[in-house]
């Protein structure tokens, strides 16, 4: 990957996530802006962006399964638009490192969250789980958090990995 588009994709998340953390949105603008960018990439470094069906997988992946995920209230429409884009701007050999990279990320994070809140609520939770109360007990649990600074905290892990 090209230095300078390792820090400018950074300086974005790193923006993104402070407004998802404090809005808890992301606007389609961002979505609008790395489509472009992508189309100023594969200009700009056909030998690194070269066209190719295969970079449309993980974007086309993100859009049906964060529609799953949205139908089911774990992730927002907009993270999963974000994380479509985002992939257009990751050269494609490196696709699947940074899917791995956000898959891993998501599941310490939420274990994490889950475990506070479960430290948090633990008297609620254990007469939920004892009186067989399960939404009460789902509803106790679930955890909301904002998901770009998770994907930022992945892209990170991806370029240490890569100069590191």
Known sequence: MIGWIYITILIELAVVSWIDIKIKKISNLWLFLNFVLSVAFHVLYPEVYYWDWATLIFPI?????????????????????????LFLLIPLEQHALMF??????????????LLFKIAKD???????????????????IKSSFSFAPVVLIAWILLGVEQWL
């Open 61 to 85: 992946g993100w859009i049906i399964g964060g529609f799953v995920l949205f139908v089911f209230g774990v992730m927002g429409a907009g993270d999963s638009k974000f994380l479509a884009t």
């Open 100 to 113: 791995e990279k956000v898959l891993y990320t998501t599941l310490i994070v939420g274990f994490v969250f």
């Open 122 to 140: 633990f008297k609620t939770i254990k007469a939920y789980a004892l009186s067989s109360y399960w939404q009460g007990l789902r509803k106790s």
